[in-house]
C-alpha cells in the first residue's frame, strides 16, 4: 500500500517524539516510526528510573561538538525552562538532585505518557515493529519502503539516536542513512561511559572496587569535580564518566585526591605537631583508609611523617593530588551513556536542523554530532533540536 504524508519521522525517543508534537501542532500530518515495540526507552530507564530530563544550568558550553557553536540557536529557541513549563503542566512533579540536574519525583514513565498524550493532541500516528527496508530521494519527495508498504514525505525526520545501550536497540541506521545521502559523519565512539584498566592499576581497583568518594579528574585543560567509583573493571563514577567524553586512547587523566586541600600546608603542620605520625593516619583523615591503606602500600609508603625524605614528599604529594595513569579503553556502548560524533554539524542548518545538501531532511538528537555532559544535558539536546526541526518540516 502507498501512504502519504506531511512528516515522517524515524526514531521514537525524546527528540522524535518532541519533533512529532511540534509538527503536529502546526497542522501536518506526522507519521513516527521506531523499530522497537517500547517507545521512549531510553527515557524510561534514565536516572536510575526517574529521568534526569534537564539541567537548570544549561548552556552550549555543555556540550562537546566539532562546532562548539551548533547548538545555541536550538537551545535558544527551546530552553529548558520552556521543558519544565511543560513538565508543570501535566503536574510532573521533580527536584533538583545536585549540579542543576532535576529529576522526576516518580517514574520517568510519566515524561513518556506526557510526550504520548501531546503527540495525542496533536493528531500524530506512532508505529511501532517498523522496519525499514530502504529510504529514496525522487525530486522533493523522500520514500521510506517498510515490508510491501511505500510512505511519502516531503519531510523526513532522522531522529534514531547513537551507538549507546545496544540492549534496547541502538543501531548505526542514523549514520548510514547520511552517508547515503553524501551527508559527512564524524567518528563516532562511546562517551559517559566507566573507563577500564589493566594490570597493577586494574588490580588496585579491584580491591577497592564498591567505594566512592569525591576526586577532581582532569584530561588536558577539562576537569570535573563529582563522584568517582571505583569497580572490577576500573573507574566509573560522575567524575570519571564526564571526562571520558573528552578522553583518547593513549592519552592520561591525572586525579586529585585532595582537591579542597593543601597538602604541603597539612604536612608542614604534622611535622611540627605529630611528627611521629605515620604518613597512612595524616591521609586518613582526609581519605577513605581503605584507599589509603592500599594506595599507600603500591607506592610503599609506610613511614612516620619525620622520616621521609623530601623525596618521598613530593612522590607523595604528586600522587595524591596529581596521579597520572592512562586508561586502557572504556566499558564501550554497552554502558555509555550517549555516542560521542555523529552527523557533522557543518552539513546542518543552526536553526532549522535541516541538511545544507538535501531540502527536507533532517537530523536531531543524538545522532548529530553534539555530545552534551552529565546531568540531563542530552535530553534537553533531545527536546530542544526536536523543538526546532519542529517548526520547520
Known amino acids: 500500500m502507498n501512504f502519504n504524508v506531511d512528516v515522517l519521522i524515524i526514531g521514537a525517543g525524546a527528540a522524535g517524539l518532541m519533533c512529532a508534537i511540534e509538527s503536529g501542532k502546526r497542522g501536518k500530518s506526522v507519521l513516527v516510526v521506531d523499530h522497537s515495540n517500547k517507545i521512549g526507552e531510553k527515557i524510561r530507564i534514565s ?68 510526550l504520548l498524550s ?13 522496519t525499514v527496508d530502504k529510504v529514496e530521494k525522487r525530486n522533493t519527495n523522500y520514500y521510506v519502503f517498510s515490508d510491501n508498504d511505500t510512505y511519502t514525505t516531503k519531510s523526513l525526520v532522522i531522529a534514531t539516536g547513537g551507538l549507546s545501550i545496544p540492549k534496547i536497540g541502538a543501531t548505526d541506521f542514523g549514520y548510514s542513512l547520511a552517508k547515503q545521502f553524501n551527508i559527512n559523519v564524524i567518528d563516532t565512539s562511546p562517551a559517559l561511559v566507566p573507563l577500564t584498566f589493566t594490570d597493577e592499576i586494574l588490580d588496585m581497583c ?17 576537569s570535573f569535580e563529582e563522584g568517582m567509583l571505583f569497580t572490577h573493571r576500573g ?38 605537631k605529630k611528627s611521629k605520625q605515620n604518613i597512612i593516619n595524616i591521609l586518613s583523615d582526609f581519605l577513605p583508609k581503605r584507599f589509603v591503606s592500599i594506595f599507600c602500600s603500591k607506592y610503599k609508603y609506610s613511614k612516620n611523617i619525620s622520616e621521609l625524605s623530601k623525596h618521598s614528599i613530593d612522590s607523595i604529594h604528586n600522587n595524591i593530588k596529581k596521579w597520572m595513569i592512562e586508561p586502557k579503553g572504556t566499558e564501550g556502548y554497552r554502558t555509555a551513556e550517549v555516542t560521542r560524533g555523529g552527523v557533522n554539524t557543518d552539513e546542518l542548518s543552526s536553526k532549522t536542523m535541516m541538511s545544507k545538501k538535501h531540502t527536507g531532511l533532517f537530523f536531531i538528537g543524538e545522532v548529530v554530532d553534539v555530545t552534551g555532559h552529565l546531568g540531563g544535558y542530552n535530553f534537553q539536546w533531545a527536546w530542544s533540536s526536536g523543538y526546532v526541526a519542529g517548526q520547520h518540516t
Open 206 to 222: 579491584n580491591q577497592l572496587s564498591g567505594l566512592s568518594f569525591n576526586a577532581r579528574i582532569s584530561h588536558r585543560n577539562v
Open 47 to 114: 536516572g536510575g528510573g526517574r529521568c534526569n530530563f534537564t539541567n537548570l544550568n544549561t548552556s552550549h558550553k555543555n556540550f562537546l561538538s566539532q562546532n562548539i557553536n551548533f547548538s545555541i540557536s536550538a537551545l535558544n529557541q527551546y530552553t529548558q525552562f520552556d521543558f519544565i513549563d511543560l513538565i508543570k503542566k501535566y503536574n510532573i512533579n521533580y527536584h533538583e538532585k545536585t549540579l542543576g540536574q532535576l529529576f522526576c519525583n516518580e517514574k520517568s514513565q510519566l515524561i513518556i505518557d506526557m
Open 235 to 272: 573507574l566509573s563514577g560522575p567524575s570519571i564518566l564526564q571526562i571520558s567524553s573528552y578522553w583518547r586512547k593513549g592519552d592520561n587523566i591525572s586525579i586529585n585526591f585532595l582537591p579542597h586541600h593543601n597538602f604541603d600546608e597539612i604536612i608542614s603542620q604534622k611535622r611540627q
Open 118 to 130: 501531546e503527540c495525542d493532541k496533536a493528531k500524530v500516528v506512532i508505529k511501532k515493529n517498523f
